[in-house]
């Protein structure tokens, strides 16, 4: 098989990892803390912790893990097939 | 309506066209082919670039108007459910992602049509899915021209057919002389627009409700519903909201829309940068918006339709030119929505149908002359349609979004990772996906949502059964990739 490919099926398995953690999290905070009766609820920043932890922490925590995958984890490839244009 | 909130609109229709003619240029020096260049951009985007044009593309009318308000009426519920959106922002990308495009080239694939006629082998895959695409982006595409020319006239005070006219002038005009590149990088400036529109008016929100935790307090005194997950009423399960990471989410890889761009970036660098870009604008934009809506609600209470939340937030909380400048970003999330559609299905028409069927050996000329006429006509078309839509587009145009990625999804995905798959998969996939949809829907209207969760789900999940099934048990074939 073309060696790209290796890279792309890699790549493509982070990309379905990364979206079920990013879906465990989001989901763990909002219904594990949000599910509370409303005078429970504690805040941070004014906002619900539900909130603050499910979609504004986990919004944080994914642009970073995004960065270092782009950074240090995705590999740079060629798109042209080798000999076919020069 | 005055003229302060006017100027800014006309000033950044004056920058849209200004590319449309930089993109007509570029395209009459381009070498690399006349179809490649106006319906991919030559394969040339860069990262920011890309990033951009598919967050703005994506991010519709619905995201701009509708989704405020009806954050603003169902609490942060709401908001949550649209933060599933960001998962877009890298996933796309990262599925598609490398053996996407470097498939796309080896095919010289232009469409993401091109891309499956190769792969399947077959006149029937392409026709199905063509017919499909060029329906229901059709109808999505008049829903978009509606939305558009509606705020024109809620902004101006301009009568609604002089406002659609406006609207679709000014998109018809960049579209028809740059082509993709003139989409792409409008796109780009549009994106901008609504990152710096939204972060004003989020900042201004927040100030005229005395900070976020006074804003909450009212919020909590009107109906604590408001500040938990389950809705105003209490009627958003979780495995609803959960459904949404399959409608506006992972199934976002197969709109057509989406993957045509995961064929157009330049380099893998372009691409990672993409991912990043486009994560962050992603998510930053629905949070912002959609938190203007829930935070608009202490300050302007009682808002009968929820459309029109955006609008009337800006007009009351900003001077005036400031208003303008940000409520040009629910326009600009129109526009680079409409536009996208508009040479989407113009390449399926020239490329998809005519080129692949009717003349396969059309001169440069005829296909440059083909390609500038259907799109304007299809312009043409659209708009006279918009001026009084017709029952049956709006009927069709609520299965756009959904009816789509529960038809391609299977074909483009597995097509691209299984080597399995094949035309029969694809075709019964197809059917299954797009069919079944639209049974459930009648279904869900009737006696409520099926397991509780959103249309898409059953159907998405029904056609992955058909590609597999189909593929396996007639004419089991290994494709060599």
Not at chain 2, 307 to 321: G, S
Not at chain 2, 348 to 367: C, H, L, Q, R
């Amino acid at each position: 098989m073309d060696p790209r490919f290796k890279i792309a099926h890699r790549e493509a398995l982070i990309g379905v990892g990364l979206a079920v953690v990013h879906f465990l999290w989001w989901f763990g905070f909002a219904y594990g803390l949000g599910s509370r009766p409303v005078e429970e609820y504690t805040y941070i920043l004014g906002f619900p912790s539900w909130f603050f932890y499910s979609c504004i922490v986990g919004f944080i925590l994914v642009a970073v893990t995004v960065i270092i995958l782009a950074k240090f984890i995705l590999k740079d490839v060629s798109f042209e097939d080798e000999g076919d244009e020069v | 309506m005055n003229i302060q909130v006017i100027i800014p609109m006309i000033i950044f229709l004056g920058i849209i066209f200004f590319i449309g003619f930089w993109s007509s240029k570029k395209l009459e020096t381009s070498t690399g082919g006349f179809l490649q260049e106006y319906f991919l951009g030559g394969r040339e985007l860069g990262g920011f670039v890309l990033a951009m044009t598919m967050v703005a593309t994506y991010g519709s009318a619905s995201s701009f108007l509708g989704g405020p308000g009806t954050a603003y009426t169902m609490g942060f519920g709401w908001v949550l459910l649209a933060m599933t959106q960001v998962v877009t922002g890298y996933f796309v990308l990262l599925i598609l992602g490398k053996k996407f495009a470097i498939l796309a080239r080896r095919y010289n694939a232009i469409t993401l049509i091109d891309f499956l006629k190769v792969r399947y082998n077959s006149t029937a895959v392409v026709l199905l899915a063509a017919i499909s695409m060029i329906i229901f982006l059709f109808s999505a595409m008049t829903a978009q021209w509606v939305g558009g020319g509606r705020l024109i006239e809620s902004l101006t005070g301009m009568k609604y057919t002089t406002a659609l006219f406006i609207f679709a002038v000014s998109v018809l005009v960049y579209v028809v002389i740059g082509g993709f590149r003139a989409v792409a990088v409008t796109d780009a400036v549009q994106g901008g627009v609504m990152v710096v529109g939204t972060l004003i008016l989020l900042i201004a929100v927040i100030i005229a409700g005395g900070g976020v935790p006074n804003i909450m307090q009212d919020l909590l005194a009107e109906n604590p519903k408001l500040v938990t997950p389950y809705g105003n009423e209490g009627n958003l399960s979780a495995a609803y909201v959960s459904s949404f990471w399959i409608l506006v989410g992972v199934g976002v890889v197969g709109l057509p829309q989406m993957a045509v761009r995961a064929m157009s970036y330049k380099n893998t660098r372009s691409m990672h940068r993409a991912l990043v870009i486009g994560t962050i604008v992603t998510g930053f934009i629905m949070l912002n918006m959609h938190l203007i809506g829930i935070f608009a609600r202490p300050i302007l209470p009682g808002v009968e339709v929820a459309d029109t939340v955006i609008p009337l937030v800006a007009l009351k909380v900003l001077p005036a030119w400031l208003a303008g400048i940000v409520l040009a970003a629910p326009l600009a999330a129109i526009m680079s929505t409409v536009d996208s559609l508009l040479i989407l299905v113009s390449s399926s028409i020239v490329k998809d149908v005519y080129i692949n069927y009717m003349k396969p050996n059309a001169s440069e000329k005829t296909v440059k002359r083909m390609s500038f006429g259907v799109t304007t006509l299809l312009g043409s078309i659209v708009f006279l349609l918009a001026l009084n839509p017709p029952d049956l587009l709006i009927f069709l145009n609520l299965f756009a979004f959904g009816g789509l990625e529960a038809a391609f999804i299977w074909p483009v995905v597995l097509g691209l990772y299984w080597s399995y798959g094949n035309k029969y998969g694809a075709i019964a996939s197809m059917f299954t996906g797009i069919i079944s949809y639209i049974a459930l829907h009648f279904y869900n209207q009737s006696y409520g949502n099926l397991f509780g969760v959103h249309t898409v789900v059953v159907p998405v999940i029904l056609s992955l059964f058909a590609y597999v099934a189909f593929s396996l048990l007639i004419k089991k074939t290994k494709y060599v990739f």
